[in-house]
């Protein structure tokens, strides 16, 4: 369940999942010529499951960290109109950003990170955290495929 206080909602975002055969010896097979040991992943027992069950493995981060302000991330968005709108509007506050990417399992998430340490806060105050800024919400936190009211809300037509 996805819950607010006081910070944008979190959810986890895929990065990569793949489904693996299970070999009775710890190895996970994705595919050929590709596995994962079992040892690698954990220090419990090798499970005694039958040979040929399917494994899923997923490789995931939590949004919020990536919008935290670490390494000078303070936004991420699917919407390329939203990461330039964003940018622009950051260097009018003479704050200077960059838009990187992350390619997820089956789309594309833009982050907007800020060159200059100093300018973290106030870029994450801007953004999303102060009354007088954008006061914008991720777009993960509307339902699929329902556009992020927030950001045209604020002008970003």
Do not use: C
């Not at 206080?5 to 990569?16: T, Y």
């Not at 919020?64 to 936004?75: A, Q």
């Not at 990187?100 to 801007?126: C, P, R």
């Amino acid at each position: 369940m996805l819950k607010q206080i006081g910070n944008p909602i979190s959810i986890n975002l895929k990065l990569i999942n793949k489904i693996g055969i299970f070999n009775p010896d710890g190895e996970i097979i994705l595919h050929p010529g590709i596995s994962v040991s079992w040892k690698s992943l954990s220090n419990k027992n090798i499970p005694d499951l039958p040979a040929g069950t399917p494994l899923g493995i997923i490789i995931h981060f939590d949004e919020k960290d990536l919008i935290s302000g670490s390494h000078g991330i303070v936004w991420a968005t699917y919407h390329q109109r939203q990461a330039e709108v964003i940018q622009n509007a950051l260097l009018v506050q003479n704050i200077i950003s960059a838009i990187g990417k992350v390619e997820l399992e089956d789309q594309v998430l833009l982050l907007i990170k800020i060159q200059n340490k100093i300018d973290v806060a106030d870029a994450m105050d801007f953004i999303w955290r102060k009354e007088g800024g954008m006061r914008l919400k991720p777009d993960w936190s509307y339902a699929e495929g329902e556009v992020n009211t927030s950001f045209y809300q604020w002008g970003g037509v």
